[in-house]
């Protein structure tokens, strides 16, 4: 789990200098999406299912991103909803949602500066955002609400939002309100503006599963 936990930064670190979208469906590169080439490992295959969703198929590793400028407010919420399908993967942790923010050189902390750098420099021209929140599968009961992730501390904090025994087959649905979960992740209130999306995965063994109908809106109590 620790492994899966650290996959995105070490991702970024492990990154070709070659062409982001090289090996990307021509489909969800018109969508605005980008494959992070990841050097070493055996690539999953990701494909657009019309115009809002997202397969991940097979097993490796890999990571599709797409470059945004959304305005964080108190009432901004993301939804989205996620599916694994059985008899896939055996390890159910290895999915993940994450959304960037753009840097804040006033509020980061030296640590945080000096990772963002090395992280940018290593990315393959990929722009690492300043900070993340990772909405992870495959957690287990009790796990902490948020932890940073291990490698390059504090660029990314992570909380698992289904839990390993989660039905397959089927769509869950997700809403988060990010500013609160960016208060609750980092202790302050989140930078301007979300700057990326990015869906990662990892599986030793066939995985299957689908994301579809990421959005930012109003929260509907709010």
Do not use: K, N
């Not at 999406?33 to 295959?45: A, E, F, M, T, Y």
């Not at 055996?90 to 030296?110: H, K, N, P, Y």
């Amino acid at each position: 789990m620790v492994e899966t936990h650290r996959f995105l930064l070490l991702a970024v670190m492990l990154a070709s200098a070659g062409p982001a979208d090289a090996s990307a469906d021509p489909a969800l590169v018109a969508q605005g999406w980008r494959i992070q080439p990841i050097d070493g490992r055996v690539p999953l295959s990701f494909a657009a299912e019309g115009e809002a969703a997202i397969r991940i198929s097979g097993s490796g590793a890999g990571i599709v991103f797409r470059p945004l400028r959304v305005p964080v407010s108190p009432v901004l919420c993301l939804s989205w909803r996620w599916r694994l399908e059985p008899g896939g993967a055996s390890d159910r942790s290895g999915l993940v949602l994450q959304i960037g923010f753009e840097a804040d050189g006033e509020r980061m902390t030296l640590g945080q500066r000096y990772a963002l750098g090395f992280a940018r420099m290593m990315s393959g021209g990929r722009m690492v955002p300043g900070f993340a929140l990772s909405y992870r599968w495959g957690g287990e009961a009790g796990a902490p609400a948020w932890h940073p992730t291990p490698l390059l501390l504090l660029l990314e904090q992570s909380r698992w939002r289904q839990t390993g025994d989660a039905p397959l087959g089927v769509w869950i649905e997700e809403r988060v309100a990010l500013a609160a979960e960016f208060r609750a992740a980092y202790g302050i209130a989140p930078t301007g503006h979300v700057t990326e999306v990015a869906i990662g995965a990892q599986a030793a063994t066939a995985l299957e599963a689908r994301i579809e109908a990421i959005a930012f809106g109003r929260c509907p109590d709010r």
